[in-house]
Structures are given as structure tokens and as C-alpha cells.
């Protein structure tokens, strides 16, 4: 083979190794990115994340082929360094990138239980108690034990919320999709009010498996995480 021809094949196989490798690396910073910042368990960052690592597979196995076509003594190299990059990407990536997606998850239990605190404590220091019941009386309306201290969730939920023993917003809750509530009540999580002190849950499914997240938060600002979904 020509010394230029050979120049060539070797400046391509290089070109296409280092595409493979920064589409794995941008793909995979960018499928992060989307994770935690698009919206709560967004499931564009994974399908950014896996469709980055397949490009960059297909590119060092063509740097790999150019190579091998050519009876390129660099092949080898192109190939280990492809394939070293790529798995070791993905080795150390997708298992990290599930676990953040579960704490990126709960973030929004952990968000709307220190409102809720907020907001009970302003009951109570209007009050001088916090709600009593699961729903209130008040003129003609009727006000769960949440609204009743001035809170409701906004935007879509991945959680159930509960006081009182009561879950009174559920995923679906909006649209009035009761089929959606799943659970009668947080496992694991007792809530109650009393004149001086108050528990509220929140728990949910956040990866689809058999095992529930629990989080609680008490009249002492103690935020708590009594069942982690994330480590099951």
C-alpha cells in the first residue's frame, strides 16, 4: 500500500477513534445533564445516554474495520483503545447513572415535606394546633389536612402524600385518576397531629419494583428516609 494511501487510512481510523470516544463521553455527560435537570425521573437523559454509547460502539468498530481492511498495523490499537473506552464508560456510567436517577427522584419527597413543614408550622403558630383531621369543614368547602395548612403539590407527582393516616394527594390526583393512588396508606410510616406535634409521609414506587420510598418529616424538622427504594 502507497505511503499516502496508508497516511490516509491511518488518519480515518484515528478521526473515527476519537469520535467514538467523545460521543461516549459528551453522550454520557449529556444523558446526566438531562437526568437532573430536565424534569424528576426524565426519561430522555437515559435514552440520549444508551443511544450515544451504541454511536460510539459503531464508530470504533468502523475505526477497528478501516484498519482491518487495510492491513493496518494500527488496527490493534484503535480496537483495544474503542473497546477499553467503551465498556469502561458504560461499566462505571449506567450503574451510577440508575442511582442518581433514584435520588434525582427523591428529591422531590425531600421538597414538598420541608414545605409542608413550613406550611404546619404557620398553621400552628395561627392556630395554636395543627390539623386534627384528614378533612376539615370549613363554610361549605371541605379542606383535606393538607390544603387546610395551605399546601398542594404542583406538577406531576412520582409520590403519595399522607397525614393523619389519610393519603390525600396521589399521582394522578389532578386529573381525579383514583386507580393511580396505588396505596391505601405509606408502609412503614405512621402520621398523626396532635396539639403540640404532627407526622406527614410521603412514599412511592420510583423504579417500578416491588419495594416502596418512604420519607417522613415531624414537627421537629427531622426529614427522614425510614424505607430507601433506591438501595432495593
Same mark, same amino acid.
Request: aromatic share 12%; with cysteine.
Given at each position: 500500500?502507497?505511503?499516502?494511501?496508508?497516511?490516509k487510512v491511518f488518519g480515518l481510523a484515528n478521526f473515527l477513534l476519537?469520535?467514538?470516544?467523545?460521543?461516549? #463521553?459528551?453522550?454520557? %455527560?449529556?444523558?446526566?445533564? #438531562?437526568?437532573?435537570?430536565?424534569?424528576? =425521573?426524565?426519561?430522555?437523559?437515559?435514552?440520549?445516554?444508551?443511544?450515544?454509547?451504541? !454511536? +460510539?460502539?459503531?464508530?470504533?468498530?468502523?475505526?477497528?474495520?478501516?484498519? #482491518?481492511?487495510?492491513?493496518?498495523?494500527?488496527?490493534?490499537?484503535? @480496537?483495544?483503545?474503542?473497546? =477499553?473506552?467503551?465498556?469502561?464508560? &458504560?461499566?462505571?456510567?449506567?450503574?451510577? !447513572?440508575?442511582?442518581?436517577?433514584?435520588?434525582?427522584?427523591?428529591?422531590? +419527597?425531600?421538597?414538598?415535606?420541608?414545605?409542608?413543614?413550613?406550611?404546619?408550622?404557620?398553621?400552628?403558630?395561627? &392556630?395554636?394546633?395543627?390539623?386534627?383531621?384528614?378533612?376539615?369543614?370549613?363554610?361549605?368547602?371541605?379542606?383535606? =389536612?393538607?390544603? *387546610? @395548612?395551605? /399546601?398542594?403539590?404542583?406538577?406531576?407527582?412520582?409520590? %403519595?402524600?399522607? =397525614?393523619?393516616?389519610?393519603?390525600?394527594? /396521589?399521582?394522578?390526583?389532578?386529573?381525579?385518576?383514583?386507580?393511580?393512588?396505588? #396505596?391505601?396508606?405509606?408502609?412503614?410510616?405512621?402520621?398523626?397531629?396532635?396539639?403540640?406535634?404532627?407526622?406527614?409521609?410521603?412514599?412511592?414506587?420510583?423504579?417500578?419494583?416491588?419495594?416502596?420510598?418512604?420519607?417522613?418529616?415531624?414537627?421537629?424538622?427531622?426529614?427522614? &428516609? *425510614?424505607?430507601?427504594?433506591?438501595?432495593?
Amino acid at each position: 500500500m502507497a505511503e499516502n494511501q496508508k497516511l490516509k487510512v491511518f488518519g480515518l481510523a484515528n478521526f473515527l477513534l476519537i469520535a467514538s470516544v467523545m460521543t461516549s #463521553l459528551i453522550g454520557a %455527560s449529556i444523558g446526566v445533564y #438531562l437526568y437532573n435537570v430536565i424534569s424528576l =425521573c426524565s426519561k430522555l437523559g437515559p435514552y440520549i445516554y444508551l443511544f450515544s454509547q451504541v !454511536l +460510539a460502539f459503531l464508530l470504533g468498530a468502523t475505526s477497528h474495520g478501516v484498519g #482491518l481492511v487495510h492491513e493496518n498495523k494500527w488496527r490493534r490499537y484503535f @480496537a483495544l483503545v474503542a473497546a =477499553c473506552s467503551f465498556f469502561m464508560i &458504560n461499566i462505571i456510567g449506567i450503574p451510577n !447513572l440508575l442511582r442518581f436517577n433514584g435520588h434525582n427522584c427523591q428529591s422531590e +419527597a425531600k421538597h414538598n415535606l420541608a414545605a409542608i413543614y413550613t406550611a404546619y408550622t404557620s398553621y400552628h403558630n395561627d &392556630n395554636g394546633t395543627y390539623p386534627a383531621a384528614p378533612y376539615i369543614m370549613i363554610g361549605d368547602a371541605t379542606y383535606n =389536612c393538607l390544603q *387546610v @395548612a395551605d /399546601w398542594a403539590p404542583t406538577g406531576q407527582l412520582k409520590y %403519595s402524600y399522607e =397525614c393523619l393516616g389519610t393519603v390525600v394527594y /396521589w399521582p394522578g390526583w389532578k386529573t381525579g385518576e383514583k386507580s393511580n393512588r396505588r #396505596l391505601a396508606h405509606c408502609p412503614v410510616a405512621v402520621t398523626g397531629a396532635t396539639k403540640d406535634g404532627f407526622t406527614v409521609a410521603a412514599c412511592g414506587n420510583i423504579d417500578n419494583d416491588p419495594f416502596i420510598d418512604v420519607w417522613t418529616v415531624d414537627d421537629a424538622y427531622h426529614l427522614r &428516609n *425510614v424505607a430507601n427504594d433506591v438501595n432495593n
